[in-house]
């Protein structure tokens, strides 16, 4: 005791720490190829963990800090805290979108929330550990040094000597450290992989004999969500939306999160506003985030001559060419080649006639023979989605009508609207039961509106015969389309082929449907 | 030392013009300090002699900013900036804007040039650039890339220029201005509505125009100009002028310029500026993205991306456009200005990633699925901009991650270069594929 | 002629060799042996087109995947791995069970260590015959379930499997103990001459013992035990 005490130095005070802060900074964002995230600063609240990373910036914890200095001195404290802390923002995650990838994958495996946090959390820090190592010449190594302080790190810092080549004065569990040792920390492209292996070798140790999770924190902190920016957070769920497995595994990770995210909150009218709001529907983000991964371009103003000729500019007048478009006032008064100028004549360009966008009614079935969308992908909500925001782009109106047993009752109609948020609503509403459409409803609604129509089904509809009958006999643009077997859909085109504005199309494969229907709102819409 | 001399006349510059002509916000982070990117990039396109285009609402201060760094910059009263202004409007001739014929001189049968004051003067502002024919456009491009400017079978050489060209976002009766127009440009910035706090100072602050007039040398500055004189003779003048206006500054508002030889040595002080090597490997790496096509050789507008590509999580898929020569150049230039502004002694990665974006948007046409999908993003920069930062960011982002490795195959390239036989170092990236190219071993 | 890369004349890389690049560039080495290994069974028993479970034609088969598994350099950790590139199908396409097993069954008797843990719990399909032949003196503790054939012909090896089995569990075995946390299947100890196997929970059906012993919840149901 009397040798440790020895060695022991007296806490930094904090304007000394702030003073070396201010001096270690520059010289770690050098090393990490400049991070864009701001000058950290110190917390005094008791906390047992070293750092905590908020809205981009780390905030390191003064009674840790006031700990290690007793026995390593301030610079190399604060510089493997730097590092770890910017590591993780320049390597991994990176991102919001890599994280919830990695968390959806360890709670995938895992199946319990606060596991799979805690094996991400894990995972992360040792691959920025390591990157920070290996790359960036960091003194972590010094840190870590000092001795575990939990059975986990214990496990973590054997992992380290092994793949490091340092001696850190480890005792963890040899055999769990060496199922780690193999794992390819640093390549990005195998990281759900290396993370699934990486939990097989922890598992035993995430959870205690009694089958709780110990209470326990790495001396870094958890990596919460509240880290990342609202932006990021747009981007990373519609990232996350397109590589989900399904619209499960997307809503379960997103329930998980949603109260540490900045989550858009979901607004009756329009739009998405962002910060703690009522909880938002998973199932309809999904499909929203989803088909922002389809956009349609931009539709071009058309332009078109006006047909009358105007001066345009100036070129110089040469003698074989005629007086009647000279320039007097730019020519001084004089016919010399090289000085007098005449006027070239262009015609002028104007708008043309931009055709009012026609609003669009999508029809989407949903009785039992099509997927439910809250546990499968549906491709009739995605291309129902991606019609409806093609629509929108263009201040279009949309309305839906959601149908399985219509007549019964089994339908859902939602008027025109150009709110997104109740537009997905409805589309992702699933009955389940017959299909039979409301067809009094569906041609007042199509007749009185004279919008597109767009309507999803896989053509098992009992009253088929009178719905062809009745589109037929629209003037709407109508495009079908049909999903599984073709004898319904084979109806449709006979009745269509005297009618130019009906388009069926079947799918094979239903990801097919949002390039169908984009194709088509692309040439109704009539982009270049 | 004399280098630290310049910096701090330059920042002084800055610093005036930001808290007494031209209010705006911070925009821009670089070493940790706070920038207005406008009026930085400003700074910088006058120090080095380059050509910005500044985008914006109209009345939101294109035009001001660049009236004002050119007015302390090259010590020219604001009054005398004001007139050599060229105006966008399809009327503008060759005439109004470079020179014209002595019209008493023309009449006795000689052929003598009075060349206007936008040529003479190194400061070149025009105003919404766009709704000038592109022939005047390309005229003004032509002039300003070469320093010289001819009428009449006359020339007229500057010895240092700066261009700043204003334009308004698109609307009816504007022209565009053509890509290899704007190619020409070095940055584009965007100048912003400053916001209500700072929108109403500008209102209650409306002297701040005089401060940089002086009526009497400006009448002197219009004789000299107006002179017959030689080359050297109108430069002495003009220089006499801008001396005393420099004092004048010094004297009323403590405020010291540079004059012509001290711009010149700022110049040299900024191209021996170094670049680290990451910044280097940072630049080619974003090159390759921008120029490489795994199916046609290179990026070319005329052919289209294929689905299926190897190499479609790239840049190059989402560019209908092959970067030009122009974008190095821009970027080696402007990165190492703003390296000298803020003090490093050399150019690192994150100069690079601070001027990368405004480098590239102008000149970067983007496809329109790409367009499309991040059209909707939540930003606070205008879209081109915003989407050359996504892709400055994201190059980065690959960089990170194989720095070292990039590195090490550009250093195995030189001695492959030089004999040595060697392997290149393999890699996904198409840098390495530009690689063996260059070393003449691709198939 | 002028060196485009100049530049970078000097380049002294910062970036530090750690143990972690060998380690894990000899790991896909291994991988990728073990991998061409089962290549190499695969394409011998996929001779006929059809592979199915008859007694010579699994002798066969673990003959060949000796021959082949003689010659790798690989640890415990590594047959653990191999399993999950087995199940996710990326470097191999075709997982066909029974060979695969045998093919795992090989490596495990054959490694160095004498105590295998095998975690396939995470697995989306279960292998069969792994256990196959494991010898005296070596024991293989699995966790999840497998499939058939789970320690037949045991030659002395101590098995545990900490999830369920499929059929024919311990079919053949000659001694040794095979222990087994939750269900087994039907035809269970088919052809056992000695050795234990201890259920957990439910067996679904018993096989044509000839000698041996199977406990059921503890209790022995069979074998020298009731005599």
Redesign the interface.
Known sequence: MAQMNKHQKNPEPLEDLEELLKRL??EV??RH??P?IP?PRFDDSPSPVAMEIRNKQIILNLDYISTMTRSLPAETVLEALLDHGVSHY??CP?DLSTHLRLYARAKE?LGDRDLARKATDLFMDVVAD?HA???R?SSLPELYRNGAQTPMEEVIFSLYE????LDLGSKGDQETA??L????????RRWM?SL??FI?GI?PLLEDDNGSIPDEQTRMGKHGFQQYA??EI??ALREFAREAGSPEQFAEVFEDLQSELEIPVQNTSEGMGHGAGNPVDANRLYYMKLA??Y????LKIPMKGSGYLH?????PWEVCQPFKDLDPW?S?G?FLP??T?IWERREGQI?GRKEKTPDCLVIIDSSGSMVDPRSHLSYAVLGGGCAADGYLRHDARVAVYNFSDAPAGGKEYLPFTRSRSLIYQVLCRYFGGGTALDLEEVTSVAQESEADIFLITDMQITNLDQTVSRFARLKNRVTAVHVGKKSGALRFIKASVKNQNISVFGVNETNDIPRIVLGSVRSYLAYE | MENGKYRHTVREIYDFIQSRLYFNRPDLQVGGEQFNSTLLFTLLTALTGGKALIIGEPGLGKTTAAEYVGSLLYQLPVGTVWASEVGGHPEQTEEKIIGRPDLGKLNQGQEEVVWSHFVQLPVKIVDEINRLPETKQSMILDGVDRGNWEYLNEMILNSEYCLFATANYQDQGTNTIIAPLLDRFDVMVESRHPGPSYGFLISQRQEKEELLRHPDLERELQDALKKRSTPEEKDSQIAAVAEAFGAHLEESLQLPTLDHTSRTKVREQIASIALEQDANAYARMLLAELSFCDRHGQKRSNEVCEEGCHYTGYLCHRLRNCASNRLPVSLSNYAKALAWFTEASTVGIEEMRAVGPYCLAHRAQWTDTHLSLLQKDRRNDPLQIHLAREAINEVFQRYSEQAEHVKEALATAYRIFQGEALEPVAGDHPIYVEIRKDLNLEE | MFNPFEDFKEFLSKARTLPLDRLSADHDQIMAELTSGYGKLVEQELKSLVWFVEHNRVIEAYKTATEVVKDLSYDAHSIEDFCYVLDSGVDIPYLISGPAGIYVAALCNHVAEEKIVLRLGEMKRTLHFLGYRLPYGKSLRIEGDTGNFTGSALQGGDITVTGATGDWTGAGMTEGKISIHKNCGRNTGEWMQGGEIWVGSRIRGLGRITSGQIYQAGEAITGDALL
């Open positions: 900074w520059p964002r050098r190829l400049y864009e000058l320049t390597c990176w495996i390591t190592v290996k790359e010449q092994k793949i490091w080549g060496n199922r040792v193999t794992i390819p920390y640093l390549d990005k992989m699934a292996r097989r598992r609202p932006e747009e981007q922002e991964n956009a349609l371009p931009l001066p345009h500019s100036h070129r730019s001084f004089k090289g000085i100028q708008y």
